[in-house]
């Protein structure tokens, strides 16, 4: 039965003694059909600030006395309800005592397990330690508050049109039985945002407050992975909701740090508004650390990648915040937004070049777990990202904004540093005791309350900062040290308290304030920005960092002009090369030799992945010489993982209209049968990708007289068609695999063919298990015209092979067919995984 909960006055509340709350009956209650959808605009009259004009910061309008405003959380069982924002809502009703609330749950699971599941998670994660201390109430009374709390909020199953009808007629029925009217209605989606559009239309079609009651929609992030899929998002909502309906919700700026930027740097305007530009500031970092890994929730984590997660979004808004102009009025949403949107299309297109990507190492087997796959498989998603920004405005010219953040790192931390220009020398050593600071570093830290308390932090050497009276000067050990430098060089001063940025912003939303919410404009211009850098990142490999503490100095970067480059030496799959200056994926990595060749080496997934950049850059010049890239891949399992990659990092990057599939050699099976070479490349790769039927060229191992008949002729046939397709008959590109044995494509030790050197296509006999079928195979003239060779070589099971292959005095291509592989004037390079090698 759906009952209200409603604040008192102060003396009311002594009246009823027990519970501070009234409490009121209601009925439930059938439809009311007379709430009809509506068309959103902006200055609908249902939402109070709809007009264009500006909206003061304040309140948009007081909450009417004697009204009601009615609660409802979507999604009302999941994580974040159960851990934010149930505690965020008895906030609110707590702080706004001349309020009356109806609080509503609904989610898919059944009405009564629904019913149960609401009373736990009110009963286990309300809690009064996490009232703001603002509310005044003794313990006694938040307790007898929190009991009546939890019988209060109702549930309800949402999950059809028809449910929203019930939900709704009874919002509408309770409020008429106990006569109040409506001042607005909140509901906040706490769902994935592929339900939102569902949601949106349910709420314009039957659950609209009546008259001129507010409606606002909360909604979380991801707004979207990409500019259009934002844009579209965001267009699907407008059919339903109004632009000053919808409150995107980004927690980071409910953090008291953050909110603090703004404010301090217009207070401080007199101080460092003169100094707050390229000709004084070095650069800029904003860097979220995080020590917690993605375990538990990989299955939404994968699909973004910390880019999307936190780095769009929550640390975009704080660069907003630190270089946007300040706003002419500070309580003005529209020069706020103006403010802020000039800022982020001033920010320069980033490339490739700009940005670093990691991933910890054990990713990869958490995700296996979590999503259910296999050894073969593996995610490229980074956890990991160092960005570099450049604004261009003539405040900023030239001035490094460093973004970074990352999972499972050395520890939780989240700030700001404005790092100043200094010219200052000191020829005798400064006596700091003595306050003389001048050749210290001069900077300014904002402590943004992620991982620590919020703390703005600055550098004796610039003027003393004012601060909002509520903050204070925290009592640090003075063997502290802030970011490296001791703690004596600081200006130091702490919030005074530190409040839960869900209800900070579910009070702002209550207020109508929306300067604190996303606007779509802002969301728009936020992902122009990442957009692109995220495009040209999707194929580059994430560096494997080993997570923790001992990820030590793995991660360390260097600005290098307007690049971004990994100091780690040692690494093989991170380092921006000049590659990219072409639009091409970097081909990172230092080689080392291997048999005086190029030696590419990592886990699996990292020489893989080395592998099908080599590939992705051979197409340039093969397509910009001839118009097209004639590939030719092996069979066997090791090659499995590169067709996997292919088809999963590069399956919209690789120029496939352009790539011609070729195979190193086939078995005497059918084409469909599990034996066959083709089989694998066609199940594994070629049934995925856009490429034309023409440019597949299985082994003719099937022709009118059966399999691998003499009488057929197909190595003769497969030769034609090599000549007649590939200029020069030079394949721009061979995969080899290698047999423990030695061998390559089907060129097995001690046979005859082995010492043919005209023929491009042969049959093969002997293969070294008297059961296995004949083959068909190129030949060693083929492979070694080809413009680039690349033998792989993975897993432990190759170590024996690889052992005798390090033996570089041994050259018996009798025995070790692989040795019989020499470009002509190619390029031959080794792909070797740990496993392999170590
Ligand atoms: O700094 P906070 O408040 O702990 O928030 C960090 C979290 O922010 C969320 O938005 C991200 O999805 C998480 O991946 C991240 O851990």
Redesign the pocket.
Known sequence: MPLFIRHLPKDDTKRLNFTGFVMVAAVSFCIVSSLQPRQATASSPDAPGGSSAPVPLEAEEEPTRGSVVNIIVIGGTGDLSTRYLWQGFFNLINEEKNQAFHLYAGSRMLQEDGEKEMKLILERNVSCSKVPASVAMTPEECERAKEVYKEKVTYHMLKKPEDYVVLCSNIQHTMRSVGLKEAGRIFYFSVPAFAYEGIAENINKVCRPAGDAWLRAVLE?PFGHDTASAKKLSSALKEHLAENEIYRID??LG?TGVQSILPFRALNEKNYGGIWNSENIERVEIV?K?S?D?KGRIYF?DKYGVMR??MQ??LTEIMALVAMEIPSNLSSIHDYQREKLALLSQVDHVTAEQAAIGQYESYVDEWREEMDKGEDDTSSVPTFAGVLFFVSSPRWKDVPFLMLSG?KLDE?Q?YVRIVFKNSHFCTVTPNYAEGDHACRQKQIIFFIG??NHPTIAVSRALRKPQVPKSWSIPDLDPDTNILGSPVKDFYAYSAGVELD?YSVLIKECYHGNRDKFIGSSELVASWDIWTPLLRALEDVPPMRYPGGKETGRWLDMEIQGRRLRSCHKNDRTWNIEDSNRFGMPSISGIPDTFRSNNLYTGSKEDTVSLLAKHLLVATQSAISSHGAFHVAFPGGNTPEMLFLHLFLRMRHTFPWRETHVWLTDERCVPLDSELSNFNVIYSKLLRYIPIPYTNIHPMPVQLAHGLCNLKDGGPELYSAEIKRLIPDQRFDFVVLGVGEDGHVASLFPHHEILVDKTNFVLFSDGAVQSSSPRRMTLGYSTINNSRNVAILITGERKRFLVEKLKQTHFKNATEFPVLGVAPNNGTLSWFIDHDALV
Do not use: C
């Open positions: 992030k927690h980071y953090k979220m995080e917690l993605s984590y997660d936190v979004n929550h999972k939780k989240t992620s991982g940025a």
